[in-house]
Nanobody, 115 residues
């Protein structure tokens, strides 16, 4: 069982920045593939960014060049740095951990971008 706790969401004006953090429990964080997803009201959950255990990253086209995912294995933490935020980025953001045999989710953190 892996527990994930997100933090860093909030209200920000368009063009601003937010930094989301996700701390994972357990001793095997370095082996997990991690991801950030988001779900806007009335829409399906979508992948925002992911990072493998070797540091390979992928981004949704809508956030390329604006968002950066990184991981700090010594702190069991994955970070999503979000710059140049747009109103379309408003959503609940979820952290995920892929441990091959299972996928775990955090409780989510709200990001609201005002225009």
């Amino acid at each position: 069982q892996v527990q994930l706790v997100e933090s860093g969401g909030g209200l920000v004006q368009a063009g601003g920045s937010l930094r989301l953090s996700c701390v994972a429990s357990g001793n095997f964080f370095a082996t997990y593939a991690m991801g950030w997803y988001r779900q806007a009201a009335g829409k399906q959950r979508e992948l925002v960014a992911s990072i493998t255990n070797t540091g390979i990253t992928e981004y949704a086209d809508s956030v390329k060049g604006r968002f950066t995912i990184s991981r700090v294995s010594a702190q069991n933490t994955v970070i999503l740095q979000m710059n140049s935020l747009e109103s379309e980025d408003t959503a609940v953001y979820f952290c995920s951990a892929d441990v091959v045999v299972a996928e775990y989710w955090g409780q989510g953190t709200q990001v609201t971008v005002s225009s």
